[in-house]
């Protein structure tokens, strides 16, 4: 029962344009969401966060935005820059029910090419 | 330490061993965190400490696996008799508090390769 999930495995963009990465959740109880980024042989690193409260959260070049109706969130990275290129996990909780423990989605592999 | 440890970073083993792998937690962490990733899928939840509290070991996919945790410090993560679907990157995770919306801060892995 995949909760979280990124259906795009992989996404490519030219440097300067926008990324879109696309992220769909199933369980109504998750109320905060999270974009980790992860670089090859590294542990993942945490990039943006969103409360169910808000839509839209902002911080430089990256933008969350959640549509709770749809049950969808996705991440904006503009100007896309090719440092970018990573894997990119959504992740979820359900505060209430199970604290911090987060719930991720497969991952999608951004290329920015120069 | 300035982040979260694990180790060792690479483990080559026979089908049929036992192995353990260790994580060291940022210093003043009081949840600690376990998942899995296999080849080409997402982290997989494993086992949660929080303080003193019971664990939560509701991802722990089959009894060969267990996990420790000294109080609020190091925690090993052991699998018995190892089989080949075991391989996979465990990774750690620490945060400063168990509930609420913090961030898990996570190591750079243990990559188990089961032959």
């Known amino acids: 029962d995949q909760q979280v999930k990124q259906n795009s495995p992989s996404l490519s963009v030219q440097e300067g344009r926008i990324s879109i990465l696309n992220c769909d959740y199933t369980n109504s109880m998750f109320d905060y969401f999270l974009w980790y980024k992860k670089y090859p042989a590294e542990g993942p690193t945490f990039l943006i966060s969103?409360?169910?409260?808000?839509d839209k959260n902002e911080d430089g070049r990256f933008t969350v935005f959640l549509n709770k109706s749809a049950k969808h969130l996705s991440l904006h990275i503009v100007p896309s820059q090719p440092g970018d290129s990573a894997v990119y996990f959504c992740?979820?909780?359900?505060?209430?029910?199970?604290?911090?423990?987060?719930?991720f989605g497969e991952g999608t592999q951004l290329t920015v090419n120069p | 330490g300035a982040g979260v440890s694990q180790s060792p970073s690479n483990k080559v083993t026979e089908k049929g061993k036992d192995v353990e792998l260790r994580c060291d937690p940022i210093?003043?962490?009081?949840?600690l965190y376990w998942y899995r990733q296999r080849l080409g899928q997402g982290l997989e939840f494993l086992i949660y400490f929080q303080g003193n509290s019971a664990p939560d070991k509701s991802g722990l996919p089959s009894d060969r696996f267990s996990a420790e945790r000294t109080g609020e410090s190091v925690s090993t993560l052991t699998i018995q008799r190892t089989q080949q679907e075991d391989s996979a990157v465990y990774l750690c995770?620490?945060?400063?508090?168990?509930?609420?919306?913090?961030?898990?801060?996570f190591g750079a892995g243990s990559r188990l390769t089961v032959l």
């Open positions: 969103i409360s169910s409260i808000k």
């Open positions: 992740a979820a909780s359900a505060r209430e029910t199970s604290g911090s423990r987060l719930t």
């Open positions: 995770a620490s945060s400063s508090q168990g509930g609420g919306a913090n961030v898990l801060t």
């Open positions: 210093s003043g962490h009081t949840a």
